[in-house]
């Protein structure tokens, strides 16, 4: 069984939570800094959340979700979801995700987005069961701390 809960403090479980996960999603991103932890912990529209192993409590998971408004309406962007690759196949992604879902909905939001990419086969069956549809449109990035787009 899988917990989920949100980080409401940085402790050194969550730090190294995220140096083990990290570069499970992304070889070319480092891991937060326990002050990257804290600031995204502390903001008040941003939400991380934690999925825990009901054995042992380690933390398996994390989904990073994000509820702001725009002028036409709330929106919410879940990112970064996680599983460690030993929690994988167990329902991890999900328990995640519907609590995001379930936080975005208690916000107002009016639609919830994410991005996956295609090589992620699980991940994209497993948001398209959860009722996302996939939109045809393009989707830009812009890299400021190189000043052009990332390729």
Known sequence: MIAIDAATTVTPELVDAFVRLVPQLSTSSPAPAESDLAAMI??????????????????????????????????????????????????????????????????GARTVDLTSSPSRQAANRLYQRLGFALRETNVYRYGTERGSAEP
């Open 42 to 107: 502390a903001a008040p529209d941003t939400r991380v959340l934690l999925a825990r192993d009901d054995q042992d409590g380690a933390i398996v998971g994390t989904l990073t979700l994000v509820c702001f408004r725009i002028p036409t309406g709330i929106r919410a962007w879940i990112e970064d979801v996680i599983v460690d690759e030993s929690a994988r196949g167990k329902g991890v992604g999900e328990a995640l995700t519907k609590e995001a879902l379930r936080l975005a909905h208690e916000t």
